[in-house]
């Protein structure tokens, strides 16, 4: 742990690599979610194209737009069928979009956050 010269708290970890086990993936994307969940992260990944991309985004209930009430059509869809979610991939709201995105885990660069 090192304090920096502008009183922000900086943590050295450990980055992910490709030597890493299923398990220590699992638990770095964990990681990221509880992060997510507690309010806004910068989020800095490789894109599928190979270009570089930092998003600030969140999946803090207070930071999320309502949902949008479904039409009965679309909830009788959603019960019949079961998507199993994808743990390789992480989706987020992005507060400067407004919008959903998602990233990949293993693409992930450095990840940002204040802790307040």
Not at 88 to 102: G, L, N
Request: with cysteine; aromatic share 8%; charged share 25%.
């Amino acid at each position: 742990m090192t304090n920096t010269l502008n009183n922000e708290l900086q943590i050295n970890l450990n980055p992910p690599n490709a030597e890493w086990t299923d398990a220590q993936w699992s638990k770095f994307r964990e990681w990221i979610v509880d992060h997510l969940k507690a309010g806004t992260v910068i989020v800095e990944f490789t894109k599928k194209d190979g270009d570089y991309r930092k998003m600030t985004c969140t999946l803090s209930a207070d930071l999320l737009p309502p949902k949008v009430v479904s039409t009965k059509v679309d909830r009788i869809s959603e019960s019949t069928t079961s998507k199993k979610e994808n743990l390789d991939i992480v989706s987020v709201f992005d507060m400067e979009a407004q919008a959903w995105r998602s990233f990949i885990v293993k693409n992930v660069r450095n990840i940002s956050f204040d802790l307040t």
